[in-house]
């Protein structure tokens, strides 16, 4: 199709009658443009969707104005949407971070690229969000407004950060093979890592967050890493864990920690899951103010992860997509300076390994092959 704005505006409008339920990204991959294309393609003089400048910080640190709010990040497995009110914005070398009991980020602003104010027709009256995009047009965070949020304070902010280039047109960028730093899944690294090297240093680990110090260190990636140390680190299980995890979470209401991201950022829940629905190939959780939606269909591996540290062993349920990106992690919830839960611990170590899944599915088989 032609990707004018006009055009874009044209199949958008005639898609959402079609398909009302249907989401911006969806529509997106339907029409073969990055969804920043299409949220950028309703800009210009008098409209709802006002492109603003590339201040992101700046305009984080003024988000706590808003109210309540709901706080959405995604990718191609996960999306994670909670409800709170955001907290200061605290900013280091390497990432910031927003930390509150509700909304929890770690925050890579290097990766954004572009941020839009979006007001639209909701079936209960204007709908009013932020959305930050990526470079190469993937949504990195969006922030939905409730019918409690403060409109004054979002109409403040838009009129504050509005950027003087109101285009319509949003560049599609062609540099994710080159930005992504995306090597082999395989751990067949060849020459260049020494693995002795990285399981000793893997061993000496005393707190988790040194471990993307250790991938950086030897350049490779979190899923190459987790293969090169094995499986006593690394035990590969059944791609679908995550369901009878935190079904089993949910019945005895122990407190966890979730962790959904993308390149540019990393969304956190703290605290117990109970209400969990399957709906075709995506498993949620529907709590009050936290809802997580997995694409089942979509992951491709995962592992139970153990990492040493000073505390003790500390480990994670961890997926990744057929890329081998990490999309979500599993941790038991603790205190700083304390050890995870023998719960915890004891759940994961039940979780079927995949070799034994497999070798259970071929002896079911008559004749005991495949």
């Not at 205190?335 to 390994?353: I, M, V």
């Amino acid at each position: 199709m032609q990707t004018s704005p006009q055009n874009i505006q044209s199949e958008l409008r005639k898609l959402k009658a079609e398909q009302p339920k249907l989401r911006m990204r969806d529509i997106a991959q339907t029409l073969g443009i990055s969804e920043a294309a299409l949220v950028a393609s309703a800009c210009g003089q008098g409209s709802s969707t006002i492109r603003l400048n590339q201040d992101f910080a700046a305009q984080f640190a003024t988000l706590g104005s808003l109210g309540r709010v709901m706080a959405l990040t995604r990718n191609v497995c996960a999306v994670i949407e909670k409800i709170g009110v955001y907290g200061s914005v605290e900013h280091s070398a390497h990432a910031s971070q927003v930390i509150g009991s509700d909304i929890d980020l770690r925050i890579f602003f290097q990766r954004f690229h572009v941020a839009f104010a979006v007001t639209s027709e909701g079936p209960h009256g204007p709908q009013r969000s932020l959305q930050f995009f990526d470079a190469h047009g993937d949504a990195v965070h969006k922030i939905h407004l409730l019918p409690e949020s403060v409109v004054a304070a979002f109409d403040q902010l838009t009129a504050r950060f509005s950027s003087p280039d109101q285009s319509p047109h949003q560049p599609r960028t062609d540099t994710r093979a080159a930005t992504d730093d995306r090597v082999s899944q395989d751990a067949d690294t060849g020459p260049s890592i020494d693995v002795e090297a990285l399981r000793h240093a893997f061993s000496q680990l005393q707190d988790t967050h040194e471990f993307f110090g250790l991938l950086r260190r030897f350049q490779v990636r979190r899923i190459q890493a987790l293969q090169l140390l094995g499986e006593e680190a690394a035990r590969p299980v059944e791609r679908l864990s995550l369901r009878s995890l935190l079904s089993a979470t949910a019945e005895s209401a122990l407190p966890i920690m979730i962790f959904v991201g993308n390149p540019g950022m990393i969304q956190i829940h703290s605290g117990p899951v109970k209400t969990l629905k399957q709906y075709g190939s995506w498993f949620n959780v529907m709590d009050p103010d936290f809802n997580l939606h997995v694409h089942e269909a979509a992951i491709a591996q995962a592992l139970v992860v153990r990492k040493p540290t000073s505390e003790g062993v500390v480990s994670s349920l961890e997926l990744y997509d057929a890329a081998g990106e990490s999309v979500l992690l599993a941790f038991s919830k603790r205190k700083h300076g304390h050890s995870e839960s023998d719960e915890w611990r004891s759940l994961l170590q039940r979780l079927p390994s995949l070799q034994s899944v497999e070798s259970s599915v071929v002896q079911s088989v008559p004749g005991g092959v495949a």
